[in-house]
């Protein structure tokens, strides 16, 4: 039975033959392959010169070669767009600068540009100098946090560590507190990395941020991963990275002037919006957390008004106050 299998598949199977440097001939590569030598000589020509491949006819051997002793046929087809996506997921990595994660794959992507021809790198009016990407701030973490994390994550051992509080600014010994827990699950939220797990000290699942980990170390101590444990929900009620015990519903509303850019986005998978007569917008969301929920209305301004419950509006109406005083 012929092997049906699609022209990629054949050109790499020449590419293999003559890279073993025994001068394979259209006969014996048709032979192999099962299908016919026209076949061959139609793929050969196609390498040449539709893919620049450097192959030439040895009459004493009766075979083809490279004239290029490293020459490798590309082990896959590239589109331009398929060059594109390669080329904004190479920029998006900044985001991940000082993780072992940049350094991972930025050398996976060397490998792809130098597995492609040089007119495939760079395709002919493309210019890739016309996108810019803005990353946001990304806070730097402690050398080996990152690698001692997600071992502990792999292997399901507690991890212990020394934590700083966010609230302290300066980094001295009485702003660390020793902690052990066993890593569950990682997030990647915003521009930081945080670990959700059982917190030994707190005797519940709590969520820690790897950049004010310091002093990572195993345990030696195995867990188990709770049946009833659910990363879905431990992030989905959540609006940002801190979570709570209680759900409740939250009603903001946003002034005409601003209703275009809330639209634009999907903020959480709890909201519904309507619109009133005025132009204004209602959002209404259940979280469990709103510390960042306070952070994100307060920076539409006055734009952005709560109104419920009764509770939100009244710590919004305080922070308020906070900040008249500040400003006089």
Known sequence: MSKYKPQHARLL???RKIRENRYPSCLSLAQEWEVTRKTIQRDISYMKYQLDAPIAYIAQQRGYRYTEERYQLPAMEVREGDLFAIYLAEK?????????VHDNLSSVFAKIAQSLPEKVQQ???QDFSKFTFITEPAARLEAG???MVFGCLKKQETLQFAYRSPSVAESTESSFSMRKMDPYHVVRHGSDWYVIGFCHNHDAVRTFNLARMSHARTSGVFFTIPEGFDATVVT???FGIYQGETLSWVEVQFSARVAGFIKEKMWHK???IKM???GDLIMRLQVNHRLELQKWVL???SDATVLSPESFVTEMRNEVEKMKKKYG
Do not use: N
Request: zero cysteines; aromatic letters at 14%; glycine letters at 10%.
């Open 13 to 15: 199977f020449i590419d």
């Open 92 to 100: 998006l990595l900044a985001q991940y600068k000082g993780t072992p």
């Open 123 to 125: 395709p002919e009016g």
């Open 145 to 147: 946090v990152w690698e």
């Open 236 to 238: 989905d009620d959540q």
């Open 270 to 272: 709890s909201q519904e």
């Open 276 to 278: 009133t007569e005025s």
């Open 299 to 301: 920076s539409w301004g």
